[in-house]
């Protein structure tokens, strides 16, 4: 199925001129490329080269691809295309290249399908044999001196445009961080010489005159140019100027310029203007970070203007520069438009799970929320969330509803760093943060097994900056830390649950209240490559709960405190082409209770809360939520010595998906995946259960589940509804009944081990 959904097997042509030759395809062909990285890139440039006149527009569907309107072939059009080319090459450095081609034609039925196919040689590429920097102005040439190591362009790289022109952008931007605000990229221009000027110089030695005639050929067969960057007659004075830090005036809402009631306060040399005092004049200063009297510095500006913008009160930003006349200080006035001060919000959600023999589970998820961008006069985001979620299901006889949970969350974002002592931190710290503090509620209830609820409070920063890599896109980090975050559970169990734990005192330890107190540390790296056609995204959490708490001795801690340490792992990777993508996943988690909890009830394996847990329409498809694992036990789903929730210490998954165009149906794109899900969870201590659920590095084959089905995705734009129908292809913790298919590959019938999954979103980070 991917080969066939890769490659068009035939191809249909509409609306074709009638008895003329037309353009049916265009190939080209780079010969003699230094590598076969280098081939492919100027492939791909020059076949962006080809004028629209000898180009047929081609759509692959899943098994043919579709040629509407195709023009007529006309030699004499080939030649705009060749000079597209040789200016194509040029800019990469190669300039003693050579073009040819080749047409043929072909008759099918009644189509004279014509080709034109294209060989390129681009011969030696041109490389700098020398680099030099002529400045008029003694201070701009000291700048770059002292910079030299990041520049673009050096000795032995191509003479190409696009580094050249990216060196020349560096300098405009390494001298208006250095205070030249003026300077422009038309003050700068190259000069460059591509002729050895003693080769011109007439001998009558013959020893000479060989030597001359060697050198010529290796420059022939080796070319190179000498490359200066100067700068051009300056005119006006004020372009070369150094400029220096003025004064500040903002205006919290742009429209509060004049009026009877206008107030202004100034505060360390920061004039606020404002009428209505809808905002606190001191929260402006802590998010400006050029300083007066300190060099202008182009990258403090655009970090102001970024902060500003990413604080979320303001839906629009300006901060005009206004130099002084015939001075080197420039003044700045920052004027905001204020965004709606509330939004509210609602969502649904919902999934669903099909199984043939245990009935269906639907998940449905119901969400409000209520912003407030300018809480307390301070530009600070308060967000208050309400969610219900409820599963329904049969599970026995008159059972509908299998699982409420109700949840409130309030969560306060200053756009701040709020912590004693951190103001230089402010200053240098180059990227956007702010300060988090969150407090919530949560009761679940699970029929006939328990009731939980969860109040939780944590103090936390958010962080995220960007990184330069230059053989690749901008990468971006984004950290946050949550330092302390307190979590207190309070379980009542039910009358089922304790007839199971009677019956498997295994689970006696899982199911019970407690405390958490722990640091909480997230980071998530998402980057892509040039070319745009991958995407990668990695994500690692960290949480520690009682490290220090936990040496605080008190009957209340000894009793309730969970200690343990917890860190998983995510990395996702997305190929994204015309039509058709490849996802590929890899998720590892471990979390482990450690031997100092007090209490022994609660040392063998981490609360249930914590634990991971396996299947549903986000993880193995091919089981129910919650239904996988742990390791290879065999533990019957329903009866008095039943647990439907499985639960583990640890978690190992890798999920593979090849997404399609399928067709439209009104418009609406309606997509088609095929996938494969391997993985499981267990546990980890030996007397947190069974053999066959502790983790074994030698059993980790036979543990391991795998699951293969396709799906269909209507993409809707805003939300992607989403179908899968996944078989169990090893199942290693079947029920009891099923137990001759554990761990054989396609054992089960197809309908007793199939499963069906409806979503809403696609599966996993893309």
Known sequence: MLFLSSCSIFTVVKKHPAGVPFVFETRIKVEDAVSKEEKSRLEAGLNEQLDD?????????????????????????????????????????????????????????????????????????????????????????????????????????????????????????????????????????????????????????????????????NRRLNPTADLEIRTR??????????????????????????????????????????????????????????????????????????????????????????????????????RLLPAKKYNFTTNVEGSFSQSVLSGNFVGLGFSLGLQNRNFARA?????????????????????????????????????????????????????????LFTLSAASTERRYLFNLTSLSSAWGYEFGWRGRDYSSNNRTFNLSIKIPNIEYSYLIRRDSLDRMIARNPSIKNLFSDGLITSSIMKFIMPWGNIAGHSTNVIRANFEESGLLTGMIRNSFLDQHLYRFVKLDVEYAKLYQWAKTALVLRGFAGAGYELESTANPEKRAQMPFFKQYYSGGPNSMRAWQLRRLGPGSTIKSFEGEYSFPDRFGDMQLEANIEYRMPLFKMGGIPINGAVFTDIGNVWLLKKDAGLPDEIFKLGRLGTDLAVGSGAGVRVDLGFFVIRLDYAYKVKDPSPAPESLSYRNRFFAYPFIKGSQLQIGIGYPFIF
């Open 53 to 217: 006149s000898i180009r047929s527009r081609r759509v692959d569907k899943v098994l043919w691809a579709v040629i509407k309107d195709p023009p007529k072939l006309d030699t004499s059009q080939i030649s705009k295309s060749i000079q597209s080319m040789h200016y194509y090459l040029n800019a990469q450095g190669y300039f003693q290249d050579s073009i040819g081609y080749l047409t043929s034609v072909k008759k099918v039925e009644d189509q004279l399908r014509g080709t034109i196919q294209f060989y390129v040689w681009p011969r030696q590429a041109t490389k700098i044999d020398s680099l030099a920097y002529v400045l008029q102005n003694d201070s701009l040439q000291k700048v770059t001196d002292e910079n030299l190591e990041n520049a673009f362009v050096k000795k032995g790289a191509l003479f190409a445009q696009a580094p050249i022109s990216a060196e020349m952008d560096r300098l405009v931007e390494l001298y208006r961080n250095n205070g030249y605000l003026r300077f422009s990229r038309g003050l700068l221009f190259g000069l460059w010489d591509t002729l050895d000027v003693s080769l011109l110089e007439p001998t009558l030695d013959p020893l000479e005159q060989a030597a001359q005639l060697e050198r010529l050929k």
């Open 233 to 334: 007659p300056i005119e006006d004075s004020a372009a070369i100027r150094k400029y220096y830090v003025g004064n500040f005036v903002v205006y919290p809402n742009s429209s509060d310029t004049s009026g009877s009631n206008r107030k202004e306060t100034l505060l360390n040399n920061i004039t606020v203007v404002q009428t209505r005092n809808t905002f606190k004049p001191k929260i402006f200063p802590q998010n400006i970070y050029l300083k007066k009297g300190d060099p202008y510095d182009q990258r403090r500006y655009i970090r102001t203007l970024n902060r500003f913008n990413n604080i979320g009160s303001w839906r629009m930003v300006d901060i005009a520069q206004l130099p002084r006349d015939n001075q080197d200080t420039v003044d700045f006035a920052i």
């Open 379 to 435: 530009a600070n985001l308060m967000s208050t969330n309400v969610n219900y979620l409820i599963e329904l299901g049969q599970l026995t006889a008159g059972d509908i509803i299998q699982t409420q949970q109700f949840s409130a969350t309030n969560t306060i974002s200053y756009p701040r760093f709020i912590f004693p002592g951190m103001q230089g931190f402010k200053n240098n710290f180059r990227g956007n943060f702010r300060s």
